[in-house]
């Protein structure tokens, strides 16, 4: 949570969403659960109610399990979107920024909510916090995706796909007639 992009989504999210969604869901909690969360983001969810602030965990997937939503405000910042797929494949809901979802192969309202200001993140967070055949949809279709196109099967058969269509005679013919 000291990589600056994290701590600027989660600062976001407090400061713009967080109160938006109170707003029609007053018991909402928040936990964020992050290694070396920044003094900014510290004493942002010390001044707000409801928001347990985790620090490193050995294992992230009990917090992401007991989770309702899953939720990456980011606004800035690159890098494996890693944390979307480890939710995707535990069959969480998911709302994610544009910016946050940017380069994964993700269907919106499908895998995936996407919401891009803060009312409209605000208002996927308060639909499906009330919607629960909703966030299993999401989810269901979300994990589906990742099974399909990024489990361990999936990758090691595109491997040897690959490594097939590479070592086949007729590609070695071609490489042969080309030295």
Request: with cysteine; net charge positive; charged share 25%.
């Given at each position: 949570?000291?990589?600056?992009?994290?701590?600027d989504g989660i600062c976001?999210?407090?400061?713009?969403?967080?109160?938006?969604?109170?707003?029609?869901?007053?018991?909402?909690?928040?936990?964020?659960?992050?290694?070396?969360?920044?003094?900014?983001?510290?004493?942002?969810?010390?001044?707000?109610?409801?928001?347990e602030v985790t620090g490193?965990?050995?294992?992230?997937?009990?917090?992401?399990?007991?989770?309702?939503?899953?939720?990456?405000?980011?606004?800035?910042?690159?890098?494996?979107?890693?944390?979307?797929?480890?939710?995707?494949?535990?069959?969480?809901?998911?709302?994610?920024?544009?910016?946050?979802?940017?380069?994964?192969?993700?269907?919106?309202?499908?895998?995936?909510?996407?919401?891009?200001?803060?009312?409209?993140?605000?208002?996927?967070?308060?639909?499906?916090?009330?919607?629960?055949?909703?966030?299993?949809?999401?989810?269901?279709?979300?994990?589906?995706?990742?099974?399909?196109?990024?489990?361990?099967?999936?990758?090691?058969?595109?491997?040897?796909?690959?490594?097939?269509?590479?070592?086949?005679?007729?590609?070695?013919?071609?490489?042969?007639?080309?030295?």
């Amino acid at each position: 949570m000291d990589y600056t992009p994290n701590e600027d989504g989660i600062c976001y999210f407090l400061e713009q969403i967080l109160p938006r969604v109170r707003m029609r869901v007053p018991s909402v909690a928040l936990q964020v659960v992050g290694r070396s969360p920044s003094p900014r983001l510290q004493k942002a969810a010390a001044m707000t109610p409801g928001v347990e602030v985790t620090g490193g965990v050995k294992d992230i997937r009990p917090y992401v399990q007991r989770g309702s939503v899953y939720v990456v405000p980011l606004r800035v910042g690159s890098g494996t979107r890693l944390k979307i797929f480890e939710a995707m494949a535990m069959g969480k809901a998911i709302i994610s920024t544009s910016v946050g979802a940017e380069g994964l192969p993700v269907r919106p309202d499908q895998d995936i909510l996407i919401a891009d200001t803060p009312e409209a993140f605000a208002n996927a967070v308060v639909r499906l916090l009330g919607d629960h055949k909703l966030r299993l949809d999401l989810g269901r279709s979300a994990r589906e995706l990742v099974v399909q196109k990024h489990s361990w099967a999936s990758v090691a058969q595109n491997f040897e796909s690959t490594l097939e269509s590479l070592l086949s005679p007729e590609k070695m013919l071609v490489e042969s007639i080309r030295c």
